[in-house]
């Protein structure tokens, strides 16, 4: 018999050949040095195979997984929470500035913007035109509702709950759907 | 249809349950952390790729069939990812084929090896030798030499996983082989 082939000598190191093929090869190794040689370096490349280093991965590679999968969102009670904080600053903001009896809130504010914070007087003027306009509109707004309904609706009123409702609802986008969308965006981008 | 523990526990994540994610990434974990460490040899580099696995896994869940073994679905998606990443970040490799430096370096770091002859070697520094050759044999063998011998993937299931036919895959785990013999009968191994 010829010597045989690496390949036949891999499959008989991985006892994949037939009995057939297992004797004859057997038979042919008795006689032959180079073969034996070869075949014991295969049996050895098995052996070291077959036993593969495995190292221990680093820990919190699931905890990070779950971080990044469910972002820890805000609770509504936090959320509430600013928005409660927020509502009470404007409270005192407008029982410290603002003279029921002879101003309104547009005018309470040109006199915050005058008085306490003239170096930034120009931005906060800016901010009061903007806050003319939109006191305005909600005069005007509630004038037209008195007229229609005829009920008494205050302008300041109505200007604070959209403030107070535009505010909390800034809040919640930021802090629910955004992370959402982040994680939606990051997941789709792997 | 019969279903393993891995179809049991995808049928309750895809339910929304968490915790049985967490189940199915402890039993994956280690697996796949030693077949991307072993393709790209960097820790850092396999703990953020298995990371990225396992959200993957979650984010495509859903696209699962259930009618194949979920391990070979997994194994698909890891090699990709890890390929990929090969790809664009190539590792600097002392290729068996490419140069005299591997066989020096190796000469260097198993000394011991070929002093007091490699058949009186034990059994672990055999091992640590023959798989630091498998770091150098190129790619396109050495994850196949992974999956078969590291992650104990049978022929047919690596031809599934990497795209190539069942003989192709024998044939390169052949070379592959192949490749190791001859460095190790290079670096002065015993005939007999």
């Not at chain 1, 590679?61 to 600053?89: D, Q, W």
């Not at chain 2, 000394?111 to 058949?119: A, K, L, Y």
Request: charged share 25%; net charge positive.
């Amino acid at each position: 018999m010829e010597c045989p082939h690496n390949k036949v000598l891999v499959r008989y190191a991985e006892n994949s050949l037939d009995p057939i093929q297992t004797a004859m090869i057997r038979d042919h190794l008795v006689g032959c040095a180079g073969c034996r040689s070869r075949l014991s370096q295969f049996l050895k490349v098995e052996e070291g195979l077959a036993h593969p280093p495995m190292r221990t991965p680093p820990t919190g590679i699931e905890k990070s997984v779950m971080r990044r999968l469910f972002p820890v969102l805000p609770t509504y009670g936090s959320v509430l929470t600013f928005v409660a904080a927020g509502f009470l600053l404007l409270v005192t903001w407008i029982y410290v500035y603002f003279d029921f009896a002879n101003n309104s809130l547009v005018q309470a504010m040109q006199f915050t913007s005058n008085r306490l914070f003239r170096f930034a007087g120009g931005i906060l003027q800016g901010i009061s035109t903007v806050f003319s306009a939109v006191y305005a509109t909600f005069k005007a707004f509630s004038k037209l509702i008195s007229a229609v309904l005829n009920v008494q609706i205050q302008a300041e009123l109505l200007f604070l709950l959209l403030l107070i409702a535009s505010v909390g609802s800034a809040m919640i986008v930021y802090h629910m759907v955004l992370p959402r969308r982040r994680k939606q965006r990051q997941t789709r981008a792997i | 249809m019969i279903m393993d523990d891995d179809q049991t526990l995808i049928r309750r994540i895809l339910k929304g349950d968490r915790s049985s994610f967490e189940q199915l990434m402890q039993q994956y974990n280690k697996r796949m952390f030693n077949f991307v460490y072993r393709m790209v040899r960097d820790e850092e580099v396999a703990v953020e790729l298995t990371q990225d696995f396992f959200i993957k896994i979650y984010s495509v869940i859903h696209k699962y069939n259930f009618q194949y073994k979920f391990s070979t679905w997994a194994y698909r998606i890891c090699y990709n990812l890890v390929i990929d990443h090969v790809r664009k970040h190539p590792v600097y490799v002392d290729s068996l084929d490419q140069n005299s430096l591997s066989r020096k370096q190796l000469a260097r770091t198993d000394q011991v090896v070929r002093e007091d002859g490699f058949s009186n070697l034990e059994k672990e520094e055999t091992r640590d030798y023959i798989w630091g050759i498998v770091d150098r044999i190129p790619e396109k063998y050495r994850h196949l030499i992974l999956l078969r011998y590291q992650q104990g993937l049978k022929y047919e299931e690596i031809a599934g996983v990497t795209d190539l036919p069942v003989g192709t895959v024998k044939n390169r785990i052949f070379k592959a082989k192949e490749l190791i013999r001859r460095e190790i009968a290079e670096d002065g191994m015993p005939t007999q």
